[in-house]
Nanobody, 125 residues
C-alpha cells in the first residue's frame, strides 16, 4: 500500500528526491513520514508531514537540508534531500499512520500503521 521510489547512488553534496505513493487504506492517512536504517543501526526518524494542515517535522540531523511535502490529490509524499552527506546513506522507508498523533510521538516508528518496502540511498564521500 506504500510504494517508495527514487533512491540511488550519488556523491556528497548532491540532491535526490524520494517519492512514496499510497494506495488503499493508507491513502487517507493523517500523517506520513520517512524513516531510515543504516547497516548495524536502528531505524531512525527522518521527517513527517500531517495531512491537514501540512505541518512538518524533521530530525535534527536533516533539518535545513531535507524537505518533506505531500500531494493529497495524488496520495503521494516526497522527500527532497539536498546537500547529501555520506552519513545519510541508508535504506529509506516510507510510513503512514491512519490517525493523528501527538507531536512528541511523530518520530516513534511504533506509531505507524503502514510501511513501504524501502529504497536504498547511497552517498559516496
Amino acid at each position: 500500500q506504500l510504494q517508495a521510489s527514487g533512491g540511488g547512488l550519488v556523491q556528497a553534496g548532491d540532491s535526490l528526491r524520494l517519492s512514496c505513493a499510497a494506495s488503499g487504506r493508507s491513502a487517507s492517512s493523517a500523517i506520513m513520514g520517512w524513516f531510515r536504517q543504516a547497516p548495524g543501526k536502528e531505524r531512525e526518524f527522518v521527517a513527517a508531514i500531517m495531512r491537514s494542515p501540512s505541518s512538518t517535522y524533521y530530525a535534527n540531523g536533516v533539518k535545513g537540508r531535507f524537505i518533506i511535502s505531500r500531494d493529497n490529490a495524488k496520495n503521494t509524499v516526497y522527500l527532497q534531500m539536498n546537500s547529501l552527506k555520506h552519513e545519510d546513506t541508508a535504506v529509506y522507508y516510507c510510513s503512514a499512520r491512519r490517525n493523528r498523533v501527538v507531536v512528541s510521538a511523530v518520530g516513534d516508528y511504533r506509531q505507524y500503521d503502514y510501511w513501504g518496502q524501502g529504497t536504498q540511498v547511497t552517498v559516496s564521500s
